[in-house]
């Protein structure tokens, strides 16, 4: 079955910490990784995307996902948190030629000044 | 480019009522998708539209609900004798798929809230 994991619920950094979220994906061919982040009121807003090359790939506002295909994972990172990150952020999967993305449950994250 | 426009933001409406929403996509992009995202969930696919022609409904898509992409532009949804169950955010994204060209983003817009009392 075609799934998108994310096991944290919530997550609370301080400003300026580094940022981790995880994000696990079932999918039965080459997969198309994204994350997306949503602020309150706010329609989804594209972070960055894998879909070849580079397992490491670079996103907006210094975000950061490495595709790790052994471990069916694609982890989002900041290395150091600014307070607008806070926000909910969503991994999805699709694959080459979709219409249909898979997203996860989300990642909710609060940053502490 | 102004991105994708959904009207109204907000809904509110008595059970067994009918409800229209518009989505208006990125004027070049002929694929437009419909979501739905309850509270802490993420968005759930609900059909989409390759210009006017409605491709795939999920299962998730009742026989209240119906969409609509008339001349491969605008679409609406509309949900028939709304349920308490149908409160949540309708979500639209539009893409641009070619020959060649399929970047896989979806540009979504900011949604339509739909509380059914």
């Known amino acids: 079955a075609q799934s998108v994991t994310q096991p944290d619920i919530h997550i609370t950094v301080s400003e300026g910490a580094s940022l981790e979220l995880r994000c696990n994906y079932s999918?039965?061919?080459?997969?198309?990784l994204f994350w997306y982040v949503q602020s309150p009121g706010q329609g989804l807003q594209l972070l960055l995307k894998y879909f070849s090359g580079d397992t490491l790939v670079q996103g907006i506002k210094g975000f950061e996902a490495e595709f790790k295909r052994s471990q069916s994972s694609f982890n989002l990172r900041k290395p150091s948190v600014h307070w607008s990150d806070a926000a909910e952020y969503f991994c999805?999967?699709?694959?080459?030629?979709?219409?249909?993305?898979?997203f996860g449950t989300g990642t909710r994250l609060k940053v502490l000044a | 480019d102004t991105g994708v426009s959904q009207n109204p933001r907000h809904k509110i409406t008595k059970r067994g009522q009918n409800v229209t929403f518009r989505c208006d996509p990125i004027?070049?992009?002929?694929?437009l998708y419909w979501y739905r995202q309850t509270l802490g969930q993420g968005p759930e696919f609900l059909t989409y539209?390759?210009?006017?022609?409605?491709?795939?409904k999920s299962r998730l898509l009742s026989d209240r609900f119906s969409a609509e992409r008339p001349k491969g532009s605008f679409s609406t949804l509309e949900i028939q004798r709304t349920e308490q169950g149908d409160s949540a955010m309708y979500l639209c994204?539009?893409?641009?798929?070619?020959?060649?060209?399929?970047?896989?983003?979806?540009?979504f817009g900011e949604g339509s809230r739909l509380t059914v009392l």
């Open positions: 999918y039965g061919a080459t997969p198309y």
């Open positions: 539209f390759q210009n006017e022609a409605q491709l795939e």
């Open positions: 999805a999967v699709g694959g080459s030629g979709t219409y249909k993305y898979i």
């Open positions: 004027s070049e992009h002929n694929r």
């Open positions: 994204a539009s893409s641009l798929v070619a020959s060649g060209l399929n970047t896989g983003e979806l540009f």
